[in-house]
């Protein structure tokens, strides 16, 4: 039998309170294999001269030094990779993650800056979508033949109780405005400096009510016309009146993948089915994707002068009306179920079978889809279309943080851009083994 050891242990202990020296540089301290690093690489290869031409600091003129676009986006493409999408939390990952000091190189940046340079470049961030395809399609990594669909549903930085109806958004933009006015006297009134620069922050964020309820009231007019269009059109029962949020009037109450309904909007990305890379992006703030296929079309041909001879989408894309146009004008065949196509042929029914008054097009579409080779074709819209959609999620696309559909289209954008940038490096990869 063991007997006890009575003297006590020598253990290392911590010692936090020690001054230490690390002559390693930033390069040194990141890993050589770091994903900070490919994201550098791939911005570099990017043409920013158009978010260059935008900055007033130029050689020559007075001006502060303007942060390297590079940088910026940079740090948002790993933000986006690492399912960050907060502009503050951004900032203090810049100043706590080796990572992002790396991009940034010793430059400081705050939330102020990153969250402008994102909200207020989505025409320029559409454009590096377009540069960056059209690129890859130069060098025969993608081909655009097949394009696959689909849409979706991300929760806006809206609550439920700040849709209200016309009279009470009239109510709400007179005390809003009664608001702004007194803030304007109190600032004229106080000679203390600090006081004023907080008075003056208050009548800004004041104002920027009244222009969103006066937002509120615009969008709910148009819903109140459309809606009154459709009763027309259709005879349809009356339904309650529309309502718009205050907080972000471009935001709808939509039916979310869980079932319940809350504000949102519906992001529609286009993806090349042989080489799984984004090639369109929109947001619409409706929570069908009901006609979504001849816009995104459009835009396809508009960003590349090239339209895809196949697009696959699920039924609810298909519109008779956009299969036609589609056919008729852009040579493109479209690959979507015939609604209640097993209903119809339970009934004895050939659902496959062009009706009388089908256009071309459409008696085309309604043959095609009852083919085997349909079929085929058709299953490479889930492990595409809905491929791209998880993807996006499992980067963190569940909630906007921004308001506004400029804004909201933008980090949709840097979404493709960040999945465009992990699959164009397996592209690559595969074509220097083949």
């Known amino acids: 039998m063991s007997t006890p050891n009575p003297a006590p242990p020598r253990l290392r202990l911590p010692e936090r309170h020690q001054m230490q020296i690390d002559e390693r540089s930033l390069d040194q301290l990141l890993p050589p294999d770091h994903v900070a690093r490919t994201v550098w690489a791939y911005v570099e290869g990017l043409d920013l001269s158009a978010f260059r031409a935008r ?34 939390e951004l900032d203090r990952l810049t100043g706590l993650h080796i990572a992002y000091e790396w991009l940034c190189g010793g430059v400081s940046v705050n939330y102020h800056t990153l969250s402008d340079f994102r909200s207020d470049n989505e025409a320029l961030l559409s454009g590096l979508l377009t540069q960056s395809v059209a690129t890859l399609m130069q060098q025969g990594l993608v081909e655009l ?26 109510e709400c933009l007179e005390k809003a405005e009664q608001q702004v006015e007194a803030l304007r006297k109190q600032l004229d009134e ?111 041909e508009a960003r590349y002068q090239q339209t895809p001879e196949r697009l696959l989408a699920d039924g609810d894309f298909a519109t008779l009306e956009d299969i036609q146009t589609l056919h008729e004008e852009h040579q493109t065949d479209v690959y979507a179920p015939v609604k209640n196509a097993a209903k119809e042929q339970a009934k004895g029914n050939d659902p496959y079978r062009p009706k009388p008054k089908d256009p071309p097009g459409v008696g085309a579409w309604r043959i095609r889809m009852g083919t085997e080779e349909a079929k085929t074709i058709y299953q490479r819209r889930a492990q595409t279309a809905e491929w791209t959609n998880a993807r996006t999620r499992n980067m963190g696309l569940r909630q906007f943080l921004v308001r506004g559909l400029g804004k909201v289209r933008a980090v949709a954008l840097l979404y493709a851009l960040a999945h465009n940038l992990m699959q164009t490096l397996l592209l690559r990869a595969r074509a220097a083994v083949a």
Do not use: C
Not at 145 to 170: I, M, N, P
Not at 269 to 285: K, L, R
């Open 55 to 88: 900055i007033k600091a130029v050689e020559g003129k007075a001006g502060q030094p303007t942060i390297d676009p590079r940088i910026l986006l940079s740090l948002w493409l790993l933000a986006t990779l690492e399912g960050v999408g907060s502009a503050r």
């Open 190 to 300: 106080d000679d203390g400096a600090v006081s004023r620069r907080q008075q003056a922050a208050r009548e800004r964020a004041a104002r920027e009510r009244v222009e969103r309820i006066e937002e509120a009231l615009r969008q709910q007019q148009q819903l109140a016309t459309r809606q009154e269009q459709v009763q027309k059109e259709k005879g349809a029962k009356r339904k309650k009146e529309p309502r718009a949020s205050t907080t972000d009037p471009d935001a709808r109450v939509m039916k979310m993948p869980d079932g319940g309904f809350r504000p949102g909007y519906n992001a529609e990305f286009a993806t090349d089915t042989a080489s799984g890379i984004v090639v369109g992006v929109d947001v619409v703030p409706v929570g069908s994707d009901h006609g979504q296929l001849l816009p995104m079309v459009e835009q396809i």
């Open 145 to 170: 033949q097949e394009v696959a669909q689909d849409g979706l549903r991300v929760r806006a930085s809206a609550g439920a109780k700040s849709f209200r109806r016309a009279a009470t958004l009239q």
